[in-house]
T-cell receptor
Framework: AQSVTQPDIHITVSEGASLELRCNYSYGATPYLFWYVRSPGQGLQLLLK??????LVQGIKGFEAEFKRSQSSFNLRKPSVHWSDAAEYFCAVGGSGGSNYKLTFGKGTLLTVNP | DTGVSQDPRHKITKRGQNVTFRCDPISEHNRLYWYRQTLGQGPEFLTY????????KSRLLSDRFSAERPKGSFSTLEIQRTEQGDSAMYLCASSLVSYYGYTFGSGTRLTVV
């Protein structure tokens, strides 16, 4: 069964600092990986996704993530955090083939940004 | 394209009552999904429709839960005889092709008192 672990429940960073949110997955085949964000009062928004090819993927809002198969990780990064990045971030893994319609999410990481 | 709409945004109900939620997907999306998110957890898959056909139901969806998507348009999720454990955020998403292009609604927050 597939699973996702986000080890950090809550992270606090200062505005302008760099950010890395960790995500580890468990999946028997080639995973399809996603990062979503939920800002206060908003629905889940897709930041970026990895299906194949280049292991460094770029997303919206200046975020990027790197797929490392050897470490079963898909960490999200941003070089300089803005106050508007304060939100809850979810990593998710999807199946392939016949089950390419459902995602398994991690429990999320809440990001607080200090001025 | 106004995105995925969910109604109501919030629902407070007494234990034992029935509740129904509605989801209006993006019009050209033929796939529709329901997820549930409880406090401290990530969203968990409940069920999936392709057009009007319900193709999978999670074991999380007990017999008290039923979902429909008549004519492959909007969808409803009904919970009968609600219990306090049903308190959660119920999320709807739609897509055109698998999860490549999931678009989520803002969710319906259910509180059972």
């Amino acid at each position: 069964a597939q699973s996702v672990t986000q080890p950090d429940i809550h992270i606090t960073v200062s505005e302008g600092a760099s950010l890395e949110l960790r995500c580890n997955y468990s999946y028997g085949a080639t995973p399809y990986l996603f990062w979503y964000v939920r800002s206060p009062g908003q629905g889940l928004q897709l930041l970026l996704k990895y299906f194949s090819g280049d292991t460094l993927v770029q997303g919206i809002k200046g975020f990027e993530a790197e797929f490392k198969r050897s470490q079963s990780s898909f960490n999200l990064r941003k070089p300089s955090v803005h106050w508007s990045d304060a939100a809850e971030y979810f990593c998710a893994v999807g199946g392939s083939g016949g089950s390419n319609y459902k995602l398994t999410f991690g429990k999320g990481t809440l990001l607080t940004v200090n001025p | 394209d106004t995105g995925v709409s969910q109604d109501p945004r919030h629902k407070i109900t007494k234990r034992g009552q029935n509740v129904t939620f509605r989801c209006d997907p993006i019009s050209e999306h033929n796939r529709l999904y329901w997820y549930r998110q409880t406090l401290g957890q990530g969203p968990e898959f409940l069920t999936y429709f392709q057009n009007e056909a319900q193709l999978e139901k999670s074991r999380l969806l007990s017999d008290r839960f039923s979902a429909e998507r008549p004519k492959g348009s909007f969808s409803t999720l009904e919970i009968q005889r609600t219990e306090q454990g049903d308190s959660a955020m119920y999320l709807c998403a739609s897509s055109l092709v698998s999860y490549y292009g999931y678009t989520f609604g803002s969710g319906t927050r259910l509180t059972v008192v």
